[in-house]
């Protein structure tokens, strides 16, 4: 593992590669900073741009990018009260009340110290256990690997947005997608309408832009422009005043980052989930949660801690098992699909040292946040007070061109079209966004491992109950939907974006927050 | 129980996303299995599986969930459907009118309908946008844009 890591850092530690991952670190921060930029749709908009890049380089300027996001969002949250991404919307409870107070540059501090933690407790323990899961995944059969698509899709019904059932049929919508064209055993065409043009199936990058970016752009003109002031608002950093404090900052970033890893692990969970139990945690835990809501450091650094944690957690399920975290580790799937790279069990057999040479960036890409956080803020804070009038035209460019590229024709421009106009009607029905990838990741795994399962067992369902892990993968499923469907009707306290929290009751979120981000 | 009000905004995309479901469940019986390996449960099997699925829980979500009413959401004003309206047009005439047209005319019609301010501004932020992302991507990463019948 070491010899791996060692490897990945002499692949990533040249000035090329660094300053992709400053520059890709700079254009999260400043996107994640912008109210209606989600860190999915900034990473489905620049994915194109890495079609001429190395793999290594290429993941190198997504992984900064997806750092820097989950960052910049913070910042906007406490100086505006406006956050940039759904993950960073806890900030606000306390982030705006510490810059309302005069203390923005102490909370600007904790936050990018937390992040730095938290980014760094999630890339070491993704590096630690991705390789073991990868191998005890590496035994997995056609009947466990089904399995495992289903106890993935299961997940993400029970986590997102808009309740179950419509989570599970959002799920159910993106492995539908997914059967249009060549069936993978027969090649018999499906759905196609008899266009030759979707033989080949969907195609996943513009379905991306579409559903994450263009949406959004229909959605920013739906909320109209909100207009914002950044007016005598101090950025100048503060530390700790002694060591005490500094040690309970440090207390409450490991809580965050435990949560945040935990939490993220699970597939289809994600950053905004994590950032709201790292709250609630955070509360019961501390000596001051009376000041909750008012202006506690500790309910910015633990949120902040657990966000950042999520984007090596995330990572987890996607390179280990093939099943992303979040929407945002899907979205990073697409571009490691796009090298013939497939995330899963073997990628440590056959890419390795673009795996490693990832795990590394992540490191540098946290310090290079770091760094960016410490002397940019104000330059960051200024991104915020873009007209969102040009950055939705801008966004639609990107979208359109961005599409082109993935297949130089207009099938891919037509598919991000579709998918934009659909994911805008379904975000205003509720629906997220979300389980809809999940769906379009795990459609392909689904139907082949069965259809394999079947050919192997000659026809006998039997062989897909057999196996033990496959029975675990199951029963974890069914716990999965169950467990969240009778807590819910318990009224117990889920601490969920759709479900209230233990305590008293929190702020209100402000408005104009995009949908499915993390 | 009033029909009007119980049919919301969310109960229609529930309901649209049932059909949906419905009509790929139909289609499923008209793919051809006549060439499955043995044992394999064919073609059609996985996707009416899929489409059975999304009726079922959008079917269950349709009686079961509770939805937002349409009174606590955003109208879709006009600035929004020619938004939509926009996208599609752009689209079409993408292959038509070539990516350097087409792209300037969307960013500038794109602006008037939100309002982007003074009129060189929407020029200004049209002409730069156009060039800057045909620069990106035709020269620098070398994909080669849509042309118009006037050679750009």
Same mark, same amino acid.
């Given at each position: 593992?070491?010899?791996?890591?060692?490897?990945?850092?002499?692949?990533?530690?040249?000035?090329?590669?660094?300053?992709?991952?400053?520059?890709?670190?700079?254009?999260?921060?400043?996107?994640?900073?912008?109210?209606?930029?989600?860190?999915?749709?900034?990473?489905?908009?620049?994915?194109?741009?890495?079609?001429?890049?190395?793999?290594?380089?290429?993941?190198?300027?997504?992984?900064?990018?997806?750092?820097?996001?989950?960052?910049?969002?913070?910042?906007?949250?406490?100086?505006?009260?406006?956050?940039?991404?759904?993950?960073?919307?806890?900030?606000?409870?306390?982030?705006?009340?510490?810059?309302?107070?005069?203390?923005?540059?102490?909370?600007?501090?904790?936050?990018?110290?937390?992040?730095?933690?938290?980014?760094?407790?999630?890339?070491?323990?993704?590096?630690?256990?991705?390789?073991?899961?990868?191998?005890?995944?590496?035994?997995?059969?056609?009947?466990?690997?089904?399995?495992?698509?289903?106890?993935?899709?299961?997940?993400?019904?029970?986590?997102?947005?808009?309740?179950?059932?419509?989570?599970?049929?959002?799920?159910?919508?993106?492995?539908?997608?997914?059967?249009?064209?060549?069936?993978?055993?027969?090649?018999?065409?499906?759905?196609?309408?008899?266009?030759?043009?979707?033989?080949?199936?969907?195609?996943?990058?513009?379905?991306?832009?579409?559903?994450?970016?263009?949406?959004?752009?229909?959605?920013?003109?739906?909320?109209?422009?909100?207009?914002?002031?950044?007016?005598?608002?101090?950025?100048?950093?503060?530390?700790?005043?002694?060591?005490?404090?500094?040690?309970?900052?440090?207390?409450?970033?490991?809580?965050?980052?435990?949560?945040?890893?935990?939490?993220?692990?699970?597939?289809?969970?994600?950053?905004?989930?994590?950032?709201?139990?790292?709250?609630?945690?955070?509360?019961?835990?501390?000596?001051?949660?009376?000041?909750?809501?008012?202006?506690?450091?500790?309910?910015?650094?633990?949120?902040?801690?657990?966000?950042?944690?999520?984007?090596?957690?995330?990572?987890?399920?996607?390179?280990?098992?093939?099943?992303?975290?979040?929407?945002?580790?899907?979205?990073?799937?697409?571009?490691?699909?796009?090298?013939?790279?497939?995330?899963?069990?073997?990628?440590?057999?056959?890419?390795?040292?673009?795996?490693?040479?990832?795990?590394?960036?992540?490191?540098?890409?946290?310090?290079?946040?770091?760094?960016?956080?410490?002397?940019?803020?104000?330059?960051?804070?200024?991104?915020?007070?873009?007209?969102?009038?040009?950055?939705?035209?801008?966004?639609?460019?990107?979208?359109?061109?961005?599409?082109?590229?993935?297949?130089?024709?207009?099938?891919?421009?037509?598919?991000?079209?579709?998918?934009?106009?659909?994911?805008?009607?379904?975000?205003?029905?509720?629906?997220?966004?979300?389980?809809?990838?999940?769906?379009?990741?795990?459609?392909?795994?689904?139907?082949?491992?069965?259809?394999?399962?079947?050919?192997?067992?000659?026809?006998?369902?039997?062989?897909?109950?057999?196996?033990?892990?496959?029975?675990?993968?199951?029963?974890?499923?069914?716990?999965?939907?169950?467990?969240?469907?009778?807590?819910?009707?318990?009224?117990?306290?889920?601490?969920?974006?759709?479900?209230?929290?233990?305590?008293?009751?929190?702020?209100?979120?402000?408005?104009?927050?995009?949908?499915?981000?993390? | 129980?009033?029909?009007?009000?119980?049919?919301?905004?969310?109960?229609?995309?529930?309901?649209?996303?049932?059909?949906?479901?419905?009509?790929?469940?139909?289609?499923?019986?008209?793919?051809?299995?006549?060439?499955? *390996?043995?044992?394999? $449960?064919?073609? %059609?099997?996985?996707? &009416? =599986?899929? +489409?059975?699925?999304?009726?079922?829980? /959008? @079917?269950?979500?349709?009686?079961?969930?509770?939805?937002?009413?349409?009174?606590?959401?955003?109208?879709?004003?006009?600035?929004?459907?020619?938004?939509?309206?926009?996208?599609?047009?752009?689209?079409?005439?993408?292959?038509?009118?070539?990516?350097?047209?087409?792209?300037?005319?969307?960013?500038?019609? *794109?602006?008037?309908? $939100?309002?982007? %301010?003074?009129?060189? &501004? =929407?020029? +200004?932020?049209?002409?730069?946008?156009? /060039? @800057?992302?045909?620069?990106?991507?035709?020269?620098?990463?070398?994909?080669?844009?849509?042309?118009?019948?006037?050679?750009?």
């Amino acid at each position: 593992m070491l010899d791996g890591l060692i490897g990945g850092f002499h692949h990533i530690l040249s000035l090329h590669y660094l300053w992709i991952i400053l520059i890709g670190s700079a254009i999260g921060i400043a996107a994640g900073a912008t109210p209606g930029m989600s860190t999915a749709g900034t990473l489905a908009i620049l994915i194109p741009f890495t079609f001429t890049m190395d793999a290594i380089g290429s993941l190198a300027l997504l992984a900064s990018v997806y750092t820097g996001a989950q960052y910049g969002g913070s910042i906007s949250a406490t100086l505006l009260n406006t956050p940039g991404a759904p993950e960073s919307a806890v900030i606000t409870f306390d982030g705006y009340p510490l810059a309302q107070q005069g203390k923005a540059g102490k909370a600007l501090t904790a936050l990018i110290l937390a992040g730095l933690v938290g980014g760094l407790v999630g890339t070491i323990v993704l590096i630690g256990a991705v390789v073991p899961l990868a191998k005890e995944a590496l035994r997995f059969g056609p009947a466990e690997m089904f399995a495992l698509a289903v106890f993935g899709i299961s997940v993400v019904g029970g986590l997102v947005q808009g309740g179950l059932l419509r989570g599970l049929a959002a799920a159910a919508l993106g492995l539908l997608v997914t059967m249009i064209g060549q069936d993978p055993v027969s090649g018999t065409a499906r759905f196609t309408l008899g266009s030759t043009s979707l033989l080949g199936g969907v195609p996943f990058v513009p379905a991306l832009i579409g559903l994450f970016a263009l949406s959004e752009v229909f959605s920013l003109v739906a909320r109209r422009d909100q207009h914002v002031e950044l007016k005598n608002v101090t950025t100048k950093h503060e530390w700790p005043a002694d060591r005490a404090e500094l040690g309970m900052w440090l207390k409450f970033m490991l809580i965050g980052a435990g949560v945040g890893i935990f939490v993220a692990v699970h597939p289809g969970s994600g950053a905004t989930i994590a950032s709201l139990i790292a709250y609630s945690v955070a509360r019961q835990v501390s000596k001051n949660h009376k000041l909750f809501g008012k202006g506690a450091i500790e309910g910015i650094i633990t949120p902040e801690a657990a966000d950042k944690a999520t984007v090596g957690a995330a990572m987890i399920p996607m390179l280990g098992l093939g099943i992303p975290g979040s929407a945002s580790s899907a979205v990073l799937m697409g571009a490691f699909t796009l090298h013939g790279i497939e995330p899963g069990p073997m990628i440590f057999k056959n890419h390795a040292d673009i795996v490693w040479s990832l795990f590394a960036a992540l490191v540098i890409a946290n310090f290079a946040v770091f760094a960016l956080g410490f002397g940019g803020v104000p330059l960051f804070a200024r991104v915020t007070l873009i007209p969102r009038k040009y950055l939705l035209a801008a966004i639609i460019a990107l979208c359109f061109v961005g599409a082109y590229a993935n297949g130089t024709n207009m099938i891919s421009v037509y598919t991000a079209l579709a998918f934009g106009i659909v994911g805008f009607l379904l975000r205003r029905g509720g629906v997220s966004l979300a389980p809809i990838v999940l769906g379009l990741v795990l459609g392909p795994l689904l139907e082949t491992n069965l259809r394999q399962a079947m050919i192997i067992s000659g026809g006998s369902w039997l062989y897909l109950v057999q196996s033990p892990i496959a029975l675990l993968l199951y029963g974890l499923g069914l716990a999965s939907i169950l467990v969240p469907y009778v807590m819910q009707r318990r009224k117990m306290a889920i601490p969920h974006p759709a479900m209230p929290l233990p305590g008293p009751p929190l702020p209100p979120l402000p408005e104009g927050i995009p949908e499915d981000g993390e | 129980m009033n029909n009007a009000r119980w049919f919301t905004y969310e109960r229609a995309v529930v309901f649209a996303m049932f059909v949906f479901g419905a009509l790929l469940f139909a289609a499923t019986f008209r793919i051809d299995t006549s060439t499955t *390996a043995a044992g394999d $449960v064919g073609p %059609g099997f996985v996707p &009416r =599986i899929f +489409a059975a699925l999304l009726m079922l829980c /959008a @079917g269950l979500a349709l009686f079961l969930t509770k939805m937002t009413s349409d009174e606590n959401k955003h109208p879709i004003d006009f600035a929004t459907v020619a938004m939509l309206a926009l996208v599609i047009a752009y689209a079409t005439a993408m292959p038509l009118l070539g990516y350097v047209v087409s792209t300037f005319l969307t960013m500038v019609v *794109a602006l008037l309908i $939100v309002r982007g %301010g003074e009129w060189w &501004r =929407i020029g +200004a932020f049209a002409v730069g946008m156009t /060039a @800057g992302t045909w620069f990106v991507f035709s020269k620098l990463l070398q994909i080669g844009l849509p042309l118009g019948p006037w050679g750009f």
